[in-house]
């Protein structure tokens, strides 16, 4: 049995310990003896070298002989239904055969793994319930979670059930460390022989090309038998170009030719379409071109009327510009990359939605592409656009910053806490057909909404909450925001039940407006539109009078919108139809925004310019007044331009990532910008504007691509200049963004003249957008955008058994291939090494320690004599003499035992008389019957006993002779009992004389006669 240690460095501790107690013990001065300081010595040795090996991780390593098998099942596409049918067949017969005490476990994979069933005594299985994705096989993964769910007492082998085809590639390295375990890995190889097979390799297409140019299109089809196929292109969606062609075994390369007519991004996509085919996942692939014209613009404009000016100007000017409203800006970002610019004017964010939103900041930042935002009530902070995607990409903040200038915001909350407000969505004119949303209450939902809409208000802002149903009640009374405490635990205490009157809370609100000195006085009313009637035409002209703007939420899209949105637009704000009840808390969020921070300034003014700008050029005349602008905080790193009386920036630019923004914070209509519609440089001014945000000229000869190996990319890119000679020593960034508008940026080494690559792993499906630059020392800088879509998954590509794959697997761990004949019995066979246990010796050891510690004391510190074991020697058998010694007994106990005893006797003695037929000695029956003619009859019996009888023979003798008088049977009993104790005693009654004849001398008796006749009389007595 191995004894093994955890930390073997710990055992030199124990080693200088040792010999620093020998040395002590022999350099110290000793009053033991020879034989106790040497027993001491080996005592604390013994303590010491436990404790060292505790220390040390001492352990016990004990063979192990039980086996446990984990399964490996493939359950990944290419093994197919047929492939996972077989795999549960095969771990069914393989569980038959499972000898007792050994253990089987199954672990399913295909991109992941899954444990079926942990290690245990395992006889059939029914069906395999994990199931992990398909759409890829990660051998790797599932090999190292079998070994980490191995027993540890146990041999131990995996068996894996798979086609081979191990798209990450991660299958070797795993089962390298697997060897190193000592774990052999068999392979059992199932999955379908692809017979019949067609594939689309690849789309080729150029990344780039000019309006006009004719596009050479080629699709790499693939086919492991010889047939008709037909393959279809498709540009943009719709259907391009067919081709009847006839494949062979092998690659085959099918031609296109398509016109570039419009500038933008075109997708392609090749479709083969063949009868004798197995996958159809991988019947198709995709390519994406950028064709590039004239420059090509989008505006995004929420009113054609406000940017109908403006579009007029661009396209005098020769730009290619297309509109589109809120809703039609696309969230991917491959769709943006046509465009050279994006233009938003007066378009709110919420109209734009998050994911477009998203989609413009990375086409900015990533793709070197531009943005400019035109002013106006729905834009900037009034647009609701702080903390979007959009401000991080603008020169400036949507906050105004200096609170000097900043006007004070009051705020009051108008929230129903009707019964309508209960978990209802109101969406007809009948409030009973609400459903449930969630099981959360609208009213709560509110509730949070109100605590979001204070995250957006200062300490001096004012903060009311007005609560109703039939009549209106204060949950905070209007006051600054640091002065309310918590605001949460009153906000709890609103119940939604009962009638609703809106006009009640309006009133409350408006009241308390009144009287606020804010400057900037707001109410938000949250209700699901149900209400009783009253002057609203009154309310919202005091409202008017007073300055206060009113917007409206319909909660859970309620029945009376029409209502609201009529509230809203004549109180001076905005209706939100919040259809889904928990987008209310984003929507009190944007309010409170709009009402505090976001300020719009309407004076008029003349822009002061503070810089120049490539913006401005040729415009020395100077620049018409404007009546307004919409206030914001320039960023530290943004150039103004142009600036307001306030000092407030009315245009600003900056650099974002690869690309550029412009911020016009006035507008670009009749409202604010009046004079400057018919004013001759308008045109050439915001044509300018948005111009300055293009893209700098491409670079041709830069091509990138996808090298895919297994599910594993790798990006390539290679440069060429004009002449076809290879750009060398280029230091070569790619700004990578994925289709789910993740960036990244990769840095390329050169591994060919002109070549630059980088591993990129495993990446998901759909167009990756590419913004390559390279710099070098001494040149131009060179840059190009292009998309490339990422090509099949391998799962789809990776066809058959992959033998080799399944043979590296086993050779590196010393597996075996295993046949169907024989493999149920060989997973169970016991010719692997032992395994081997380790249970840990330290809490034995400690113990060990801990008992001989106090021994090694009394050896040092106690002195035992000859004499003392003597006397601890004596003491001991003197306990011992005690507690064998009878115990004494009580009086009470005695006496009465003593009266039992005499009782016995005097029976005894009886009967002895009537065996001895008046055999006594003529002495004692001389003595007897004198006795009882003498008044001190009791004396004589005295004497008779005395004179060789004993008391009980005296007694004897008396009560022979007592039974010859006539009486004596009628009281034999009263004789005999003695005096009670403390009565004075009585002299006996004189028997009477002897009657009849004297008794015969009896016969001389053996020794052993006078206690046989004792026995028997003592008995007859007892009877």
């Not at 350099?27 to 040497?38: K, Y």
């Not at 460390?177 to 150029?206: F, N, Q, S, Y």
């Not at 938003?344 to 939605?353: K, T």
């Not at 039940?497 to 009313?525: C, D, F, K, P, Y």
């Amino acid at each position: 049995m191995p004894l093994s240690v955890v930390d073997p460095l710990v055992l030199l501790l124990g080693v200088l310990l040792i010999v620093l107690t020998l040395v002590v013990s022999r350099a110290a001065r000793h009053h033991l003896s020879p034989m106790r300081r040497t027993a001491s010595l080996v005592l604390r040795t013994v303590v010491l070298t436990c404790l060292v090996l505790a220390l040390a991780g001492a352990r016990l390593e004990l063979p192990a002989d039980r086996l446990t098998t984990v399964f490996l099942a493939d359950m990944s596409d290419s093994v197919g239904a047929l492939g996972r049918e077989q795999t549960l067949a095969r771990i069914r017969e393989a569980l038959a055969q499972r000898p007792d005490g050994d253990q089987a476990a199954i672990i399913a994979f295909g991109s992941d793994a899954l444990v079926e069933r942990l290690p245990g005594d395992l006889d059939d299985l029914d069906t395999i319930a994990s199931v992990p994705t398909r759409s890829a096989t990660d051998i790797g993964e599932a090999i190292r979670l079998a070994s980490a769910i191995f027993p540890d007492a146990t041999r131990r082998r995996i068996v894996l059930l798979s086609d081979g085809n191990d798209t990450t590639g991660r299958g070797r390295s795993e089962a390298a460390v697997a060897a190193v375990a000592g774990i052999p890995i068999d392979t059992w190889a199932i999955g379908r022989t692809i017979t019949e097979e067609v594939m689309m390799l690849a789309l080729d297409a150029p990344a780039t090309a000019h309006t006009g140019d004719q596009l050479a299109i080629e699709a790499l089809v693939s086919s492991t038998v010889a047939q008709s196929a037909t393959v279809r292109l498709y540009a943009d969606g719709g259907l391009v170009s067919t081709r009847q062609v006839d494949l062979g075994v092998g690659t085959t390369r099918v031609p296109f030719t398509v016109r570039a007519t419009e500038a933008g991004l075109h997708t392609f996509r090749a479709v083969v379409e063949a009868p004798r085919d197995t996958f159809h996942q991988n019947d198709r692939a995709d390519a994406d071109t950028i064709v590039q014209g004239d420059p090509r613009v989008l505006v995004v404009s929420g009113d054609t009327t406000v940017s109908g000016r403006l579009v007029q100007a661009l396209e005098t000017q020769g730009y290619d510009v297309d509109t589109t409203a809120p809703d039609g800006v696309p969230g991917d970002l491959a769709a943006l990359a046509g465009y050279d610019s994006v233009v938003l004017v007066d378009v709110a964010a919420e109209r734009l939605g998050e994911a477009a939103m998203t989609s413009i900041g990375s086409f900015v930042r990533d793709l070197g592409r531009g943005l400019v935002m035109i002013g106006g009530n729905e834009s900037y902070g009034a647009g609701g656009y702080a903390r979007t995607p959009i401000e991080a990409a603008l020169p400036v903040d949507m906050e105004v910053r200096d609170r000097q200038r900043q006007p004070d915001v009051a705020l009051v909350v108008v929230i129903d806490e009707s019964g309508s407000m209960d978990a209802c969505h109101c969406n007809t004119a009948n409030r009973d057909r609400g459903v449930q949303i969630s099981g959360i209450p609208k009213v709560d939902i509110g509730k949070e909404a109100i605590l979001r809409a204070m995250s957006a208000l200062t300490a001096r802002d004012e903060l009311g909450v007005v609560a109703f149903n039939e009549s209106a009640h204060w949950v905070v009374r209007t006051a600054p925001l640091g002065q309310l405490g918590d605001v949460e635990s009153r906000l709890a205490a609103i119940r939604a039940s009962g009638q609703t009157s809106i006009i009640s809370g309006l009133q409350a609100a408006v009241e308390s407006l009144e009287g606020s000195a804010a400057e900037r006085r707001h109410i938000v009313l949250l209700t699901d539109g149900w209400s009783n009637s009253g002057d609203y035409e009154g309310i919202l002209e005091r409202m008017r009078a007073a300055g206060i703007t009113l917007s409206t939420v319909g909660a859970g899209g309620g029945g009376a919108s029409s209502f609201l949105d009529m509230l809203a637009e004549q109180g001076g704000g905005r209706y939100w139809a919040a259809t889904d009840a928990s987008s209310i808390p984003d929507i009190f969020l944007r309010e409170t925004q709009v009402a505090s921070g976001q300020r719009i300034i309407e004076e008029p003014f003349f822009p002061v310019q503070t810089s120049d700008s490539p913006i401005i050029a040729g415009l020395d005349e100077g620049f018409p007044q404007l009546l307004g602008y919409n206030g914001t905080t320039l960023k530290p790193m943004a150039q103004p331009v142009l600036v307001t009386g306030r000092d407030d920036p009315l245009l600003a630019q900056w650099q974002y990532g690869l690309g550029r923004a412009v911020a016009w914070t006035s507008d670009a209509s009749g409202r604010w910008a009046r004079d400057w519609l018919p004013w001759e440089g308008f045109e050439r001014f915001f044509a300018q504007t948005v111009s300055w945000t293009f893209p700098g000229e491409e670079t041709d000869g830069i091509e990138a691509s996808f090298i895919a190996t297994g599910d594993e990319m790798r990006l390539r890119v290679r440069s060429v200049a004009a002449d076809g000679s290879p750009r060398d020593q280029y230091q070569t960034t790619v700004r990578l963004t994925s289709p789910g508008l993740d960036p990244a940026l990769i840095q390329l080494d050169q591994v060919a003249p002109g070549t630059y690559e980088a591993d990129l792993g495993t990446i998901d499906p759909g167009a990756w957008a590419l913004r390559v630059d390279q710099v070098r020392d001494g040149s131009t800088p060179l840059g190009r955008t292009l998309v490339l879509v990422a090509p099949t998954p391998a799962e789809y590509r990776l066809l058959g058994t992959d033998e080799r794959t399944l043979a590296a697997i086993r050779t590196a761990t010393g597996g075996r291939a295993l046949e169907d004949e024989t493999a149920a019995t060989e997973v169970w066979s016991h010719d692997l090494a032992g395994g081997i246990t380790a249970r840990d010796l330290w809490p034995w050891l400690v113990l060990i320690a801990l008992l001989l510690w106090p021994v090694d004391i009394a050896v040092r510190r106690l002195s035992v004599s000859r004499g003392d074991v003597a006397a601890a020697r004596a003491g001991v058998s003197s306990r011992w003499r005690l507690r064998r010694a009878p115990v004494a007994r009580p009086a009470t106990t005695s006496a009465m035992l003593a009266t039992r005893e005499r009782a016995a006797g005097s029976s005894t003695r009886a009967a002895l008389l009537d065996d001895a037929g008046g055999a006594a000695s003529p002495a004692g029956a001389s003595s007897a019957a004198g006795a009882s003619n003498r008044p001190d009859a009791h004396s004589a019996a005295g004497a008779s006993s005395a004179a060789g009888a004993s008391r009980s023979a005296a007694g004897a003798s008396s009560a022979a002779g007592a039974s010859t008088r006539p009486e004596a049977s009628a009281r034999p009993a009263a004789t005999a009992t003695p005096p009670s104790a403390g009565a004075a005693p009585t002299a006996p009654a004189a028997p009477a004389p002897p009657v009849g004849p004297p008794p015969a001398t009896p016969p001389p008796a053996t020794p052993e006669d006078p206690m046989a006749r004792l026995r028997s009389a003592k008995g007859r007595a007892r009877r």
